[in-house]
């Protein structure tokens, strides 16, 4: 195998990265997705998934899969304007139609193909497209792939969404983006607001509620249910299926013309493989369990409870999030990796979130909370905080 000709470059920044405490690395989970995993061969409390309704190894989710899988065998085959889209396929978009309120669903194979998609599909030259700081990477980069202007506003701050929708009054189209629940802060966007912001302006708005998607909301309807917007008064909605959902993929929630101009135009939906079938049809099953069981959305809601107090107690800084996203601000890089190897040495395993990712100097540890967690394991992660944190 050769080097590439900027081999030492590439290795000097490697070498630069880790003096930073910048670098990334995967770790080798075994076993089931849950809260107790086992992680490069140690047994831990985890809580840094975004399983955040223990749904992900559910039996009756595993047995749906695993019908289909014998039924229509693994691969998709083709993408689906070929041969790639089965009936599961389908009756899934049709569901989450139904599920969401929404005219038509399109399903994309993954969150972060639906939002380049949606945002180089719809957009082109002369367009504007203007997005929240704090948006996730795919939203940014769907903003980098079209041909539209990107602008950005600080997070949250509606009055400076109002000055770029301003700036935007003359591009052809506008578009607002916006996480649902923000990833690394855990709070919901001012959705009302940018409703009426949009009308204001004549802008369109897209929300991913990638977090907000099965946790927030009726019946786990996510963030527009949230805030109860009346069926004519909802943004186009990208939500993702590997997180509350439990299984994978994504989809798009909006009216006819809009799903329609997609399959023509979102090349990550037209130019890539269909996901196995198998997985919509475990998407079908976890459905029903989202919608039904509320007990999770309650059990997560007292969790977090729970934690938000026991962490005020210590002083811990948190930030303002009711959903299962909690992160604990740190500030320095070193410092929170320091206190993440520290709760890792007694087995518990939290994010530990870093610039670039977030701000400079917001270093954190982001806990994730799921309906699988028990009030003992909150316990024991407070009990871990109180320690790592003391100096
Ligand atoms: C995880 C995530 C995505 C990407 O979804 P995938 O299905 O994992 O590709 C998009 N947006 C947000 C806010 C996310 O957190």
């Known amino acids: 195998m050769s080097q590439l000709p900027w081999h030492e470059e590439l290795n000097a920044a490697l070498s630069e990265?880790?003096?930073?405490?910048?670098?990334?690395?995967s770790r080798l989970r075994t076993g089931e997705q849950g809260v107790n995993i086992v992680v490069d061969g140690k047994p831990m409390l985890s809580f840094c998934s975004?399983?955040?309704l223990g749904l992900a190894a559910h039996s009756d989710i595993k047995q749906a899969f695993k019908k289909a899988i014998d039924k229509e065998g693994v691969g998709s085959g083709a993408a689906h304007l070929l041969t790639g889209h089965s009936h599961y396929h389908q009756q899934l978009e049709e569901a989450l139609a139904e599920f969401t309120g929404q005219q038509r669903v399109l399903l994309f194979s993954t969150g972060y193909m639906a939002n380049l998609g949606v945002i180089d599909g719809l957009l082109s030259r002369g367009d504007m497209v203007i997005q929240d700081k704090l948006n996730h990477a795919s939203l940014l980069d769907g903003g980098r792939l079209t041909e539209a202007e990107q602008l950005r506003f600080p997070h949250a701050d509606m009055g400076r969404l109002h000055k770029r929708l301003h700036t935007a009054a003359h591009a052809k189209h506008r578009l607002i983006v916006s996480d649902g629940?923000?990833?690394?802060?855990?709070d919901i966007a001012a959705l009302p607001e940018m409703m009426a912001l949009a009308e204001q302006h004549r802008a369109a708005v897209l929300i991913d509620d990638a977090h907000g998607f099965g946790v927030i909301g009726k019946g786990?309807?996510?963030?527009?249910?949230?805030?109860?917007?009346?069926?004519?008064?909802t943004p186009i909605v990208v939500g993702t299926l590997g997180k509350a959902i439990g299984t994978g993929g994504a989809f798009v929630a909006a009216d006819e013309v809009v799903i329609e101009s997609l399959i023509q135009k979102a090349r990550?939906?037209?130019?890539?493989?269909?996901?196995?079938?198998?997985?919509?049809?475990?998407?079908?099953a976890s459905l029903q369990l989202v919608e039904n069981e509320n007990w999770r959305r309650e059990q997560l809601q007292d969790l977090i409870k729970q934690f938000r107090q026991g962490a005020e107690q210590l002083?811990?800084?948190?930030?303002?999030?009711i959903t299962p996203i909690q992160p604990i601000v740190i500030g320095d890089d070193k410092k929170a990796l320091a206190i993440g190897k520290s709760l890792e040495d007694k087995g518990l395993l939290v994010g530990v979130i870093r610039p670039p990712t977030?701000?400079?100097?917001?270093?954190?540890?982001?806990?994730?909370?799921s309906?699988?967690?028990?009030?003992?394991d909150i316990e024991k992660l407070l009990a871990a905080l109180e320690l790592a944190c003391a100096h």
């Open 17 to 25: 990265r880790k003096a930073a405490g910048r670098y990334r690395q």
């Open 50 to 52: 975004n399983d955040y």
């Open 181 to 186: 629940v923000f990833s690394m802060d855990g």
């Open 220 to 233: 786990g309807r996510g963030t527009v249910s949230h805030y109860n917007l009346a069926a004519d008064k």
């Open 268 to 284: 990550s939906y037209v130019y890539t493989t269909a996901q196995p079938p198998a997985i919509a049809a475990a998407t079908l």
């Open 315 to 321: 002083g811990l800084e948190l930030m303002p999030s």
């Open 358 to 369: 977030v701000p400079n100097n917001t270093a954190r540890l982001r806990v994730t909370l």
């Open 371 to 376: 309906a699988s967690h028990r009030a003992e």
